[in-house]
């Protein structure tokens, strides 16, 4: 139980310092900040939160925004999968005014952050599967 707490406190710390670096200007700052947010799949954050929260704050368009009366459960789930439906949404609208309507695939898959992000995820996880084995990826 103490572990479990133990790992939660820093969970925390590690959001809160990932979030304050993606503010900064600096490249380096911002790698860092996205690491923070990649150990829990959240990669997207930088994206979804200078592009998306700053913009939609208090809105309903803002996943980040809890809606009145909405429990903490739903919340949560609600604004992991509508931050990611919204950060998808902006990749693909960027890469057509770059690209053009008619996009390769190819280039949407590897111009696409989104899918960059997935690989990153996908990567680690398996990484953490073939050296710990199931038991530490469960966790």
Known sequence: MFFSCFWGYFA?????????????REWINKIFGTWAYTKFLYSHFLDEHTLGHH?????????ATALKGE??????????????????????KRLKKKW????????YIFENKMFMYFAI????LTTIYLTLGWSALKY
């Open 12 to 24: 925390g710390h590690n959001a809160i310092v990932g979030h304050e670096l993606l503010h900064k």
């Open 55 to 63: 913009k939609y704050l208090g809105t309903p368009e803002d996943p």
């Open 100 to 107: 053009g309507k008619d996009i390769n695939l190819a280039l």
């Open 71 to 92: 429990t903490i459960f739903h919340f949560v789930i609600r604004s992991f999968i509508g931050s990611h439906i919204a950060c998808m949404q902006r990749e693909i």
């Open 121 to 124: 995820h996908v990567s680690l």
